[in-house]
């Protein structure tokens, strides 16, 4: 896969609608702002109550974060309409199977990556981009009216991943230059970076499904002849 083309599509697309991802991203940046400066008042080497707000609002951070994902990946397709963009920050909560399914799965990934780092970091670290793309194989899914479980994603994930971990891997490590930069700026960077990076990697997903689909249509195409000679017999 064509990494930098990948990003030069995103970067593309991010340049020429930067307002509309600026104000998109906005309620995810300010509640991060918000759960690391309360994050930053705890000075003791104590559990305080100020803990549990920031880890509560970095948590639903998080989750608007994949609704974010969602309307990138709607936009590396071409079905995104560039209006309203604080109300599509609030992607994720528009439909209970999104919001329900993105809760579920993030917490199972979480239990399943801890089992693993428990044992060895590597093996948590190569499970994690194993499980990289369920959000977006039950959003797919979703789309699609298919009934799936939340381990199921995360299974076609693991499925989808297997032998693309290592090139998932280094495109992350591409971004590290630009994740520098967001630390160095106090975050303001991240402005900018935040959304490249969400572009990106749901650009990524699409045409790693597009592959998928190739391979399987191919599959089924050489499948048919063979069981209409079994009929035919």
Known sequence: MNRAALKEDAKSILNSHFSFYFLLFLPAFILEAIGGFTFGMNVTDYPEPSDGVSALITWIAALLTIGMLFVCLDAMREKLTY??????????????????????????????????????????????????????????AIDRGEHISYTDAITRSR?????????????????????????????????????????????????????????DDHVEDHQAPTSESSENN
């Open 83 to 140: 209006e309203n963009p604080l109300q599509k920050s609030l992607f994720i909560f528009h439909n209970g199977d999104y919001f329900l399914g993105t809760l579920l799965i993030s917490i199972i990934q979480y239990i399943f990556i801890i089992l693993w780092t428990i044992l060895l970091i590597i093996p948590g670290i190569i499970k994690s981009l194993a499980y990289s793309q369920s959000y977006f194989i039950y959003r797919d």
């Open 159 to 215: 499925q989808m991943m297997d032998g693309h971990k290592w090139e998932f891997f280094v495109m992350g490590l591409s971004f590290i230059g630009w994740l520098l930069l967001v630390s160095v700026t106090a975050g303001i960077a991240a402005i900018w970076v935040q959304p490249y990076m969400s572009l990106s990697f749901a650009n990524y997903y699409n045409e790693l499904s597009r592959e998928q689909n190739a391979k």
